[in-house]
């Protein structure tokens, strides 16, 4: 938080996600060939020394020379792969690319039948028995951007596929939210492990699928989208503190089945102005913008590091910083930085002025 380098390790994970966000500062903000050197020499690295041959996939985790600090712990490693590479060939329209893109997918496409206690699930290990709503979440985004990059139609219905998992299975209607675990016969797992609700990962999934339903689906599930956005965010919000809890119970226990569930970290907030900001420019409700303004509220008076150009990465209920490490020992440009470029994108905003 003060600006000190603390490792050289590289994580797979941050890389690819830089990657998305250096392609994406370069597709949809002037087109700045610094952006894309920046994109395409994480690239070069993460290409050369990230992948397993014989495991056919991305490693966690790399020293500052790209030797293996972590192998294959992780299918989201994968997932961001597929991430930044859709929007890296969006850039550069590059063969070898596009190789990595559809190599990778193939190779998550086949993974994903495997039971989801099978799949390599770091930093949250799936216990027997188990599905868990991170998976379909984030690799309908992936497939459903990798077909439209490639206009792949495997793709985009392997991306159907899973947000169809996501809407009949991790949405409970006779609780109106989604579980971030299930078994896999599709019923409710025993509490609390079964009755763990993440709101900000919702409300993130929610805008995923907002966005797949308008580029690869019919637009019909849009009004629900919408409403549980709102509704999400208003399970997660700590009326006594602010903010967006990590995690509670869909039955108000005091036990929830997460790690550091009433944290208040950076990224549930950027997830939520984002969704909020988009619902309300297609509504116009009120109820969205409100929300909207108490999030950014928060969020500016508790995450800005001004002498550093940042946000805080972690927070205690009441707000204060935090050292614990939660997922992943770093903070990578991702979280922040997409939401911000969402909202000018959806703002309309063709340049970025600071």
Known sequence: DDGSWLSRDKWLWSQWRAIWVFSRLFNRFGQE??????????????????????????????????????????????????????????????????AWLTQTADRVAERL?????????????????????????MFSLNFGEAALALGNERYADLSRSLSKEVLDH??????????????????ELPAPEGTAVVPGHVIEDLWF?????????????LPFLRRQILRHFDLGWDSEFGGLFLAVDADARSQVAWSHAD???????????????LVHRQT???????????????????????????WLQKLNRQ???????????VK????????????CEELELKEVRG
């Open 33 to 98: 060939r610094k952006w894309l050197d920046h994109a395409l020499h994480v690239y070069r690295f993460a290409t050369r020394h990230g992948w397993d041959p014989q495991g056919q996939g991305w490693n966690l985790c790399l020293d500052g020379e790209g030797r293996v600090l972590r192998g294959l712990e992780s299918i989201y490693v994968d997932g961001f792969a597929m991430y930044g590479l859709a929007e890296l060939y969006r850039a550069t329209g590059d063969e070898e690319v596009k």
């Open 113 to 137: 039948k495997q039971p989801h206690e099978q799949i390599p699930h770091f930093p949250y290990p799936i216990a027997p028995g188990n599905r868990v709503h991170g998976i379909p979440m």
């Open 170 to 187: 991790f949405y409970r209607p006779d609780r109106d939210l989604f579980l971030e675990r299930i078994a896999v016969d599709g019923s």
């Open 209 to 221: 699928q907002m966005y797949l339903d308008t580029e690869l689906g019919d637009g019909r599930q």
């Open 263 to 277: 944290t208040k970290l950076w990224w549930p907030q950027t997830e939520a102005l984002y969704a909020l900001l």
């Open 284 to 310: 116009g409700e009120s109820p969205f913008a409100d929300a909207y303004n108490q999030t950014l509220s928060y969020c500016l008076n508790h995450y800005p590091v001004p002498n550093h150009g940042e």
């Open 319 to 329: 707000g204060q910083p935090i050292r614990e490490v939660v997922a992943l020992p």
């Open 332 to 343: 990578d440009p991702f979280h922040l930085p997409r939401s911000l470029m969402l909202q």
